[in-house]
Structures are given as C-alpha cells and as structure tokens.
C-alpha cells in the first residue's frame, strides 16, 4: 500500500503547491472536452431533434449511422482525423494536427453521434399527437420545436451525461491528433498515461484524482438537474 | 343570418390516392355547436385538421368569418384551440398547461393566473392549479384539455372525440357539462363524434359523414328526425322515410296518406304535396295490440307487427310494419319482456304528431 500513500502524498503536494504544468493539465482538457462537449450538444441536439421527430427519406440510414456512431472506437476516429488534417491529407493546409482544434474536432467526432442518436430517441418517445396538439393551441414551428424538447428533456439530459463522459475520459484520439505537446495539447489522460510509464505516480494519481472529481462533479450536477425535472413532472 | 363563423368549400383531401375528404360545402354557425357525425374512417378528424388549419387540403379552401385563412395565416391558427380523444396534457402543473396557450399569445403574467383559475372553475376543477397533471384520471384530464382551450376564449372551438375514452358514466356526466359549458361560453364549437347520443346532447347542428363525404346536414330535429337515406337511417338506428302523401291540412296538423295507414305530422304542407316522413325511435311508444289506447295528445296510433328485434347497447330496436310503413322504436329491455315482444307479435305504436319529421319530395 506505500506506494499509493507515496503516490498521494506527493500529488496532493502537486496540486496544493500550484504546480504550473499540472494546473495546465487540467486547463486543457477542461478547454478541449468543454468546447467539444459544447459543440457536440449545439449540434446534436437539433440534428437528434430532427431525426426523432421528422420523416423524411434517408432517416433510417442516418439513424443507423447515429447508433454505430455511439460504438465508434476512438482510435479510428483518430487515425481517421489525424490523416486528413496530416500534411498530405485534404486539409493539411490548416495545419491543424497536434494542436487544440484538432483534439476538440476528434472529440466532436467522438460525441457527436452520442449526443444525437440518445436525443432522437428522446425526442421520438414523444407522442406526435403532443406536438399536434400544441400546434392547435396556436405554437408556431419553432414553439412546437422548443416544448417538444422540453417534454424529452430527462432523455436530453442523458444526451448531455452520455456526450459528456464519451470524451472527457478518452485518451486514444487526442494522443493521435494532439501529440501529447506539453503545455499545448496534454491533457490528463494522456498525461496520466505518460506519468505512468514514467513511474511518476504521483502527479498520475493526483490527475486522476481530479479526472474522477470532475466525472463526478458534472454527473452529480446532471443527477440533480434530472431530480428536480423528475419532481416537477410527477 | 349571421355569416358563417367556418365555410369549407369544396375541400378534397386524399391519402395515396383514396379520398379521406371530399366535401361541397359546409358551414359552421357562429355561438352554434355542430357535430360531425360518422363511422371510423369516415374522414371526421381530418377534415377536422382541415377546418383547425392543422393540415392544408388538396383543393378547396377553407374561410374564417368569410376571409380565406391557410395553416400559414398566424392570426387565424390562433382564433382556434382543440382539444383531442386523448388529453395530451403537457408534463408539470395544470396551471402550466391551462397557461400554454395564453403565453403563446403572449397574455400579460399578471392576467395569466386570473384566467386560468377562471377557465378551471368553469370545468368543475377550481383550485386545482397546482396538481400535478400526469396524475389526472381520463375525466379530469379531459376536463383540463377542454379549460385549456377555452381559456383562450377562441373563435372556434375544435373538438375530436373528446370522450371517446372515457367510461360510459364518465362519459355521459362528462357531454352533460360540456354542453352547459359550450352553452354558456357562446363558442363555435366543432365537435367531431361517432356516437350519436353525444351529439345530440351537445349539438345545435349536425353534418353526418360517409367515406369522406357530408351525406346530410342541418340542425340537430332536422337530421335526426328524417334521414336523407337508407344509409343515414342505418346509421342513426332508424328506417329509411315513409313516403305518403298529404291528404289534410287542419290547424297546422297535416294527415298524411302512407299506403292506407293515417299518419299525422306539425308541419307546413299542402294537401296533395308527396312528402317523406319519418320519427324518432325514442319518439314511439309500443303497446299490447289489444289494449284500448285512451284519448291522448298522441295523435298517431295504429296497429303492425313485429318483424326485428336488435340488441342496441342496454336498449332493444324494435321494428314494426304495416303495409309498406316500417318504423322503429327503442324500448328497454323490462318493456321487451313485459309486452312479451317477438317477430310476428301484433302490437300497437303511439307517437305524437309533433314528433314527426316531415320534408317534401
């Protein structure tokens, strides 16, 4: 067990001190995972909208795309992302690979699929006659739009939860697209694996320490959010 | 006349090619209640989605208080509410569902709370603002359906088989206050049903439907008391019209000839005029053939015999012949077994003149 008293101590000294580049650590991945996050529920959102509410030709197929999506192992999705921002692929231009956008374009590709497949299936689980029936007490398009995703709104919020933890603990993709780049593009799951090889255990547990508070911080917000939905549905 | 408050005209609606809608014109008449009436499948609800600017017609168009209005014409979807078979009550409070409508009309906060305790007492459920409305048995959360739309005080009311689900007790106490309330509010108010009973108890009006098509129309006596045809007397539980001629008019009564039996009617007709009768089963009372009828307001008493006998829910439709007159009167189940009715059994039929309908041919 001394290794783990070891190990935390000398995190918990890490973390207490304000070491820069830990600090910097968690800076990122809250920069990279949040705007990830971000744009994955700006976008999904509306896109599971419309598949769980709209018939139109392609839905099935795009559904099926969705629900593969939510399986979509990491590491493909970083191979994939760092060939076509790499020098010689189609946008190597942008000069992107190994830098923040990069990681947050892999985590989108990553949670994105998560985020809208969980939603449409939120949104489809209301009846279409509830939206008739807003419709004929005078909601416009968009009314109709917004009560619709207030009546799914436990199941958007575990669109939130899903998106969420698909990414925050991922370490495949942002290693392939980010390169690890202290100060730049390390974030704390690729530190606490670089750490780990290193037989660094301390600033590995101290991270995943914070990883796991940040998991938890955000699911218990989430929790509290869907409780207090739940109440006001009963 | 007033105009009409609702003018559908020539409206076709199909869907993969069979006709779901096709009707000529139909009128809604303002502070009027107008049931449409038909079998499942006979287009009621859609045409319903039309009139409630919810769907858009083939062809044809559809006027509110004479301008032409479409599902794009904001200020006509808002001059209407509807209240569906199911409540679809929204998820929280009744207040936020009563509520739903005036906020999206933007009605001041301050007035908000005001109108929806009004519009709750006026469906008999004062003070319950607060309730949970996922919690509501089917009769109170139709109840809340129907405050929340007439909360808004529409133009024209729509309802589609609002007590279809409920349990006949329900029901029925549930069409007795939708009519006081109905009555009281003064709205144009479509009510689309399948059941009959309920139309006569909340409608003014009534236009009946038949593979997509208004087979009869008018008020209430009128439709209900001389079906247009075969069909329309099935569907009510009636006979298709007698055909007779007026040999008499006197005081307002006219005798009418029906193939040697004597039927009187209230009615202006002229003598030698052919005309269609017809009544009411709920108008004819059956007796023993032998009894000796006492003098009463019953003008029409005449001796045939039994020749159906159809179970009709708790009642028995029993139909009589004479010659070529053939009507039907519903009696209970008690009276079936006192008057030891059964085909071929002779018996008497007494109605009264006024509850004769009578159209000329």
Redesign the interface.
């Known amino acids: 067990m001394g290794i783990f008293i070891d190990a935390f101590r000398d995190g918990l000294a890490m973390l207490v001190s304000g070491a820069t580049d830990v600090w910097t650590i968690i800076l990122v991945s809250v920069q990279v995972s949040g705007v990830a996050v971000l744009l994955a529920l700006v976008l999904g959102i509306p896109a599971g909208f419309v598949l769980g509410s709209k018939r139109f030709i392609g839905r099935r197929m795009m559904l099926v795309i969705a629900n593969t999506g939510m399986g979509l192992p990491p590491v493909v999705v970083g191979l994939v992302v760092a060939m076509l921002l790499s020098r010689r692929g189609p946008f190597g231009n942008l000069e992107l690979l190994y830098s923040q956008p990069a990681m947050v374009i892999a985590q989108l590709v990553i949670a994105l699929p998560v985020v809208a497949a969980v939603s449409a299936a939120a949104v489809s689980a209301v009846p279409r006659e509830l939206r008739l029936q807003a419709r004929s007490l005078g909601a416009s398009r968009f009314q109709e739009a917004f009560m619709t995703l207030k009546e799914a709104r436990m199941g958007l919020i575990a669109a939130v939860a899903a998106g969420f933890g698909s990414i925050i603990s991922e370490v495949g993709a942002v290693t392939m697209v980010g390169g690890n780049l202290a100060g730049k593009t390390r974030v704390m799951t690729t530190a606490i694996v670089q750490y780990t090889r290193m037989g660094d255990y301390g600033p590995a547990l101290a991270l995943a320490a914070v990883l796991m508070g940040m998991v938890l911080v955000v699911n218990i917000l989430l929790t509290s959010v869907q409780s207090s939905a739940e109440r006001y549905e009963r | 006349m007033n105009p009409a408050a609702i003018t559908v005209e020539g409206v076709l609606r199909s869907f993969r090619g069979k006709t779901a809608v096709d009707v000529e014109r139909l009128e809604l008449r303002p502070g009027r209640t107008l049931a449409l009436l038909g079998p499942s499948g006979s287009g009621k609800s859609t045409l319903l989605s039309i009139i ?1 600017l ?1 769907e858009r017609p083939d062809t044809g168009r559809v006027l509110l208080d004479g301008a032409v209005v479409t599902p794009r014409d ?1 200020a006509a ?2 001059s ?3 209240a ?1 078979q ?1 409540p ?1 009550l ?3 409070t009744i207040a936020d569902n009563v509520a ?2 005036l906020r ?2 933007r009605v001041p906060a301050s007035r908000v709370a005001a109108l929806v305790s009004e519009s709750l007492a006026r469906v008999g459920l004062p003070g319950w603002e607060s309730r ?1 409305a ?2 509501l048995s089917g009769g109170e959360a139709q109840r809340v359906a129907l405050a ?2 007439i909360v ?1 005080e529409p133009r024209v009311l ?1 309802l589609d088989e609002p007590l279809a689900s409920l349990d006949p007790l329900m029901k029925w106490r549930l069409a007795r206050d939708f009519d006081s309330i109905l009555r009281q509010s003064s709205i144009t108010t479509l009510y689309v049903t399948h059941d009959q009973d309920e139309a006569l108890t909340v409608a003014d009006d009534v236009a009946i439907m038949r593979e997509g098509r208004v087979v009869a129309s008018g008020p209430v006596d009128e439709v209900f008391g001389l079906p247009v045809d075969e069909w329309t007397a099935g569907f009510l539980g009636m006979e298709p019209a007698i055909r007779g001629r007026v040999v008499e008019v006197a005081d307002g009564v006219a005798g009418i000839d029906c193939d040697g039996v004597m039927l009187y009617a209230v009615a202006a007709v002229k003598p030698g005029e052919a005309v269609a009768l017809g009544v009411r089963p709920e108008d004819v009372l059956l007796f023993e053939a032998d009894v000796e009828i006492p003098i009463s307001s019953a003008r029409n008493h005449f001796e045939a015999t039994v020749t159906e006998i159809v179970a009709s829910g708790a009642t028995f439709r029993v139909v009589i012949e004479r010659g070529s007159v053939r009507i039907a009167a519903r009696i209970s189940r008690a009276s079936l077994a006192d008057l030891k009715l059964a085909v071929g059994v002779p018996v008497r039929a007494l109605f009264k003149a006024t509850a004769v309908r009578v159209a000329s041919t």
Do not use: E
Request: charged content about 20%; aromatic content about 16%; proline content about 0%.
């Open positions: 409630g919810l904001t979807r808002l209407m509410a509807a569906f199911r679809y929204f998820k929280g739903y409508g999206l009309r949970s996922l919690t929340r739309a808004l729509l």
